[in-house]
């Protein structure tokens, strides 16, 4: 019961708290919601889309992805799309993996069911277009992620289930991802944070991540808005399109590395 409590503070509690933040800093944010959870909590959710916010698949029971077979995964996305559908009448155009794990045949499958965005790759510092197999004309744009912008490497913890024991000071982390933000803003790159509302919706935490907004908006065009809008934009401007490769793994000593064609 304790452990499920630590995690319903994000719908029950955080979510209110963190709409009206967005709300008083008239912005615009992307939520990756698991299906269970929009089941369980369907009207924090709602208010989520009341908001003017967007909705992304993230899952159904947030469930381990790596390495699992096509169809174990075709099951989990269907399952999400259904639940977010039957609770808030969206379908997302959004994905983000679970833990950020994707399989090579992820994109494929997102391809398939209209996504118009993946957010679960570590490549990058900016959107970019990719197909969803090396021989497929089908493509998706990427919005790449970055663990040091993740909020749970930074204050995530409860006993015996995960974290490190330290949870950091929200002053600490304000310092370090508005170092990032300034980072991303002189590169012309993109500036994806990941706040979950259970972690980062904590009082301190909260006030932290408004400060950072503030920060963040201040800087002379930057554009602070849904992953949805970035991704649409990105879908105009990216003409080229990446292939991933995959990598034969050498058996040792053989040092040759060939890449993986795949069909």
């Known amino acids: 019961m304790s452990l499920m409590s630590h995690q319903s503070y994000g719908p029950r509690v955080a979510v209110p708290r963190l709409l009206r933040l967005l709300a008083r800093q008239d912005i615009r944010a992307t939520f990756f919601v698991p299906g269970f959870t929009a089941e369980c909590y369907p009207d924090a959710i709602r208010a989520i889309v009341d908001g003017g916010h967007e909705v992304g698949h993230h899952g159904y029971l947030h469930e381990p992805m790596q390495g699992i077979d096509a169809a174990t995964e075709a099951r989990y996305l269907d399952r999400g799309l259904d639940a977010l559908e039957r609770v808030i009448g969206v379908r997302p155009v959004g994905y983000r993996a679970p833990w950020w794990e994707t399989n090579w045949h992820t994109p494929g499958l997102l ?32 919005i790449p992620v970055d663990w040091a912008l993740d909020d749970w490497e930074q204050y995530a913890f409860y006993p015996g289930v995960t974290g490190s024991g330290v949870i950091e000071s929200p002053a600490k982390v ?90």
């Not at 679960?120 to 021989?135: H, I, M, N, Q, W």
């Not at 990032?180 to 935490?205: D, M, Q, W």
Request: net charge negative; proline share 6%; glycine share 4%.
């Open 111 to 142: 391809a398939q069911r209209g996504f118009l965005y993946d957010s679960s790759l570590l490549d990058g510092d900016k959107p970019y277009r990719f197909a969803v197999t090396p021989e497929s004309t089908q493509t998706l744009i990427e």
């Open 174 to 263: 304000l310092e370090m991802w508005t170092l990032e933000a300034e980072a991303h803003y002189l590169e012309g790159g993109c500036f994806v944070l990941t706040n979950h509302p259970f972690i980062s919706g904590r009082p301190s935490k909260a006030v932290a991540l408004e400060r950072l907004i503030e920060n963040v908006k201040a800087m002379d065009g930057m554009w602070v808005t849904t992953l949805a809008d970035i991704a649409a934009h990105a879908q105009r401007a990216c003409t080229e399109t990446f292939v991933h490769t995959r990598f034969e793994v050498p058996t040792f000593p053989d040092v040759d590395i060939r890449p993986i064609h795949l069909r």
